[in-house]
């Protein structure tokens, strides 16, 4: 920790540690009141509810209801004061006073996780979302914000242990405090940044990995704060780089909008997409701690209910079916299942046979395409319109039976009137008619031949396991090698069907399309029920998402207002767009996104970047990495292993890096072909590794394949094989940069085989 006051000696020591002690006693009392405001807000909340629930469940439907809000509300509030071990507040801003007779004078605000406020509504605590905190997240010597000081609390529990100061004079700043600094961590004297609260930065940076997301609320950056408080309207881009904390910047982004707009947003819902469930997992805790526990966080997949994917798509077929070009053979897939008959059909009806003309099912599924609303939803004018046209056939019948009597054939378009029938001859019930005539097997029949009730999995089902039907769908959209390579056998039976990823976003595609199968009653739901959508949506690594998957994206969105975070050079799947502009072109598009770049990496290492930057050249030549702001004064360690000594090498580093970090996380990323192997490798020289899936990410050590790295991160990590990673991946060397850029302390590198170009010392 660096001791000046405004660039000056921080005095003698005596006197320092004096007014220090001073200062730490006075911040600890006013955090105790605030203590002590929190627990009697809790046990005020607790005797409302408790109140209310001894009264029982009688009572009129007035006095129910609002028994129930207060239940509800009471709920809610005791999980926004419910904040765990958490600190209550981290800091204090002092900002001066437009005051002729005390040009000195300065009013205090303590920040925190949430609003406290005494009997007298005192602000104890400002919530760190409030307008007035946030000259402590962007104030900077060039543009000080008004305040004279900045304050950075630490905390232990309840207690004050440290404090670190910024005081802010005439366009000047400087540091002094009684904190410590974060352990084997030092600023990068090359990276001339302006950071807040550079110490706090540094101790939160250096602490160990818990495999658990921590939220940033106290040390939040500048750069990060403007993407945070952004407007909710419209799309908001963010581009980082490794170690960015644009992840932590999404979430405490929800966190705020959700505090800013709470009424519509509580109602509308917030939606967060990561890429797969261990990310999930990881970034589970970061909302609560901030709050906010109503959040919705699924991935792209998950999205898509009653249906699970068990299988994976080769990079090529995986492509095809995100194209956005899909979404035209989807809907051409739906029309094509929209059919008129070929040849007059015979339906018997007691001792008439009744007739439906090809000409008569033509008119009739032009009419029902004209109509607006899913294809399901259609079905019932479709039915109507034939059962009219058969009574229509069965009254000329019964005049010819009566009296040789010929009648005109009714328009279809009439089917909703009563001039839909016969006009002239003998009365036919049609309501009576109708319940008779749909026990007819044969009507049944002729439906589902013209216009059939589809679930969209059938309909999937049906189009890649039939190669006419998908010739006839992408014919001038695909090309012919294109659609031939989506052609499948079919399965027995849907539930022996092995979806991928790509498949569900062609099923949520068909769905829309759709709708429900058969007609949801009493508010009742089924896997087809129609999309929820939300008020905002975050969605994390995007640069992942297919177009087909960004779709469902847009179409979950009520407003148009979602935020998109990630980084085109971590961009591994078989979607690599080149620009953001290959992504919002099919996001909401009702306002110009708005893009910003978090240029400054605070978790990765200077002597990491130094060697994950020239994968990034290669791989990504036009994107600029990020700027480092510390070193660990480790340098990454490679290591050759001899032929067919890989695995044993593995486990030697592995076990050596767990020893140099602990207690932290370590984790082993490998090439997918190679986990098996290494698994049993690590079981044989006693190193006890865990599977993240399984058993999530707190492990001391962990393997998992490069493709389910990216978000995470570790204290050490050790990259196993690099020339294998770039093969084996859908954008190679995009992957291996991501490996790379895993560890905040450590990281080791061991190959057998040669290492790519860019890796070479």
């Given at each position: ?64 209801e609002e028994r129930d809000v207060i239940v509800r509300t009471s709920l809610a509030r005791l999980d926004q004061l419910d904040i765990g071990t958490q600190a209550l507040c981290f800091g204090r801003i002092d900002r001066r006073v437009e005051n002729d007779a005390d040009p000195t004078a300065v009013e205090q605000y303590h920040i925190g996780r949430l609003g406290i406020s005494g009997d007298d509504v005192e602000p104890l605590v400002v919530d760190w979302r409030a307008p007035v905190a ?263 019948w019964l005049a010819v039976r009566e009296g040789g009597v010929q009648l005109p054939t009714a328009d279809v378009e009439g089917a909703g009137s009563p001039e839909g029938s016969a006009r002239d001859g003998p009365a036919v019930d049609l309501a009576d008619f109708g319940r008779r005539i749909r026990q007819a097997p044969e009507l049944a029949e002729v439906l589902q031949r013209m216009w059939p009730r589809l679930s969209a999995e059938e309909l999937l089902h049906d189009l890649f396991g ?113 620009d953001w502009g290959q992504v919002t072109e099919h996001l909401p598009a009702s306002r110009q996104p708005r893009l910003s770049e978090l240029t400054v990496s605070y978790r990765t290492p200077a002597e990491v970047v130094d060697v994950a930057t020239r994968v990034l050249a290669d791989a990504v030549p036009t994107l600029r990495p990020p700027r480092p702001v510390r070193r660990t004064g480790v340098l990454p360690q490679f290591t050759r292993a001899g032929t067919g000594s890989l695995a ?114």
């Open positions: 920790m660096v001791h000046l006051i405004n660039g000056s000696p921080a005095g003698s020591r005596l006197g320092a540690e004096v007014e220090m002690q001073s200062e730490l006693e006075a911040e600890q009392a006013h955090v105790d009141r605030a203590y002590e405001r929190l627990d009697q807000l809790r046990w005020d909340t607790n005797q409302r509810l408790r109140s209310v629930l001894d009264q029982g469940r009688g009572g009129t439907h007035q006095f129910r946030e000259p402590f997240y962007r104030a900077t010597g060039r543009d000080p914000m008004g305040l004279v000081l900045r304050r950075h609390l630490a905390a232990h529990g309840r207690r004050v242990v440290a404090f670190e100061d910024e005081r802010f004079a005439g366009g000047a700043s400087g540091v002094n405090g009684n904190g410590p600094d974060g352990p084997g961590a030092a600023l990068d004297d090359g990276a001339a940044l302006e950071l807040g609260g550079p110490g706090a930065l540094l101790a939160a940076l250096g602490g160990a990995r818990t495999g658990f997301m921590r939220d940033i609320v106290s040390t939040i950056q500048r750069e990060q704060d403007e993407i945070i408080r952004s407007p909710l309207p419209g799309v908001q881009v963010v581009q980082g780089g490794p170690g960015t904390g644009k992840t932590a910047v999404a979430l405490h982004r929800a966190a705020y909008l959700l505090y800013t707009h709470r009424f519509p947003l509580e109602r509308q819902g917030v939606l967060v997409i990561g890429p797969n469930p261990l990310f999930l997992r990881y970034i589970e805790n970061v909302l609560p701690s901030l709050g906010e526990s109503g959040v919705t966080l699924s991935t792209i997949s998950g999205l898509v209910h009653g249906v699970q994917a068990r299988h994976e798509d080769c990079p090529a077929v995986a492509r095809l079916k995100g194209d956005g070009r899909m979404a035209a053979v989807m809907a051409r897939a739906v029309r094509g299942r929209q059919r008129p008959l070929r040849r007059p059909v015979r339906v018997p009806f007691g001792s008439a046979v009744l007739r439906l003309q090809p000409d008569d099912s033509a008119a009739i599924v032009a009419a029902a395409r004209r109509r607006p609303g899913t294809h399901n939803a259609r079905r019932q004018f479709v039915e109507q319109s034939v059962v009219r046209r058969l009574a229509d056939d069965y009254a000329r039939a190669a006419p039907l998908l010739r006839q769908a992408a014919a001038g959209v695909l090309s012919p090698d294109e659609h031939q390579t989506l052609v499948r056998p079919r399965s027995t039976a849907l539930a022996a069907i092995a979806w991928t990823d790509a498949d569900l976003a062609l099923i949520d595609e068909a769905r829309v399309l759709l709708g429900p199968r058969r007609p949801r009653r009493h508010g009742g739901g089924d896997p087809e029920e129609a999309v929820r959508t939300y008020g905002h949506i975050v969605v994390d690594e995007a640069q992942d998402l297919s177009p087909m998957q960004l779709r469902m994206v847009a179409r979950r969105s009520l407003s148009g207002s979602v935020t998109v975070v990630g980084d085109i050079g971590q961009a591994t799947g078989p979607w690599a767009p080149d044993g090498v593995v486990a030697s580093v592995a076990e050596a890096s767990m020893a140099i970090v602990g207690p932290g996380t370590t984790a082993v990323l490998a090439p997918a072909s190679a986990v098996a192997e290494l698994a049993l490798a690590l079981d044989a020289a006693g190193v006890r590794a865990s599977d993240p899936r399984r058993d999530g990410l707190g492990a001391p050590l962990s393997l998992l394949p490069v493709d389910l790295a990216n978000g995470l991160e570790f204290d050490a990590v050790v990259v196993v094989e690099p020339a294998a990673i770039a093969e084996e991946s859908a954008q190679g060397l995009r992957a291996l940069y991501v490996a790379l850029t895993r560890p905040t302390r450590l990281l080791a590198v061991v190959h057998e085989r040669s290492l790519p170009p860019s890796l070479h010392p």
